[in-house]
């Protein structure tokens, strides 16, 4: 079997601790090659390429995605980086991995999703919630049962880690940058795209230390889908000073309240699916874009990037839906720039 040659665009925290590692056992069987890196920092990069065994490194992706002979891209990036490797790699037939957000501007993200769907090339967006087993299990219960209504609540535990997500302005908010997954992984249960998005957000009083986290304390969105299904989704971003938290996603249906989480499904009080064992996403989606890659099949993945758009688009929209006062956003218009 010939290795596929894998480039990186990016090589921070989300690469190196779990896109990387979920990489590593193809690359132990021959199924994939690190060919080549990619990072605006000059010393990371050659620390990263010795730790990783990639003896060709650049600063320019432009350079190599020109030089290097790839067969798919992995552009692992935060979302205001972004700027023409998406473009570059369609343009060359390469496949494409893009972890999300995929961008912070609908109209880029419109333009990347055009040129990917006409280049016909495998791509991804990394949603990696999907691979998950358990979400396969509860994708098909949902689709035996008649949804109405949907419940995501996100409240977080701890300080701040990374600047760049602490930073509005660079990341989008918690809910561009982290709840986007669960946004995401409704819509892959349901079936269908997002319509329509108001939003009212709680700011943070402002806060001059640059350091400091500046996103708003809390997120409560509303959603409504294409075939009529309702959505309620809450981030919190209250609680930095204790390890208090929940994650919670329930799909209520005639007769039936699913509640979800990665290792176990419980419907209307009963445990109708438990895990076998701990499972890593990050390999499964890794496994899945290369196998794609290796077929030339875009359907083989599922969370390609043309079908991304649309969970873009729903947490974008709600930030501009809180801008507006809670303005109801059609998302189809918001795409379009109207």
Known sequence: MTPLRLGFVGLGHISTKAHLPGLLPLVSRGEVVLQAFCDSDEKAISEKAREFGVTRFYTDHREMIEREPL??????IPPTFHTDAELLAAQKGIGLFVEKPQTLDIR???QFESAVRRAGIVSVAGFMMRYYPAAERM????????????????????APVRHW?????LCGGSFVENTIHMVDLLR??????YQA??????????????????????YNVNYRFRAGVVANVTTSRVLTRTHAHRWQMVVVCDDSLIEYAHDRIVENGEVVWQAAGPANPF????????????????????SPYPGALNSLAAVL????SAVRGGQVIDLEAFCAGT
């Open 71 to 76: 067969d798919a891209l992995y552009v692992t």
């Open 108 to 110: 880029q993200a419109v």
């Open 139 to 158: 994708r098909e219960l949902v689709s035996q049962r008649r949804p109405r209504h949907a419940n995501l609540q996100f409240f977080y535990t701890g």
């Open 165 to 169: 997500t602490n930073r509005m302005e």
């Open 188 to 193: 892959y249960f349901l079936q269908d795209d």
């Open 197 to 218: 998005v108001s939003a009212f957000y709680l700011d943070r009083p402002f806060d001059p230390d640059p350091k400091a986290i500046n996103l708003p304390h809390v």
């Open 283 to 302: 390999a499964l989606q890794a496994e899945g874009f290369v196998a794609a890659v290796r077929a030339r099949d875009p359907a083989r993945v599922k």
């Open 317 to 320: 929209g709600a930030n501009a």
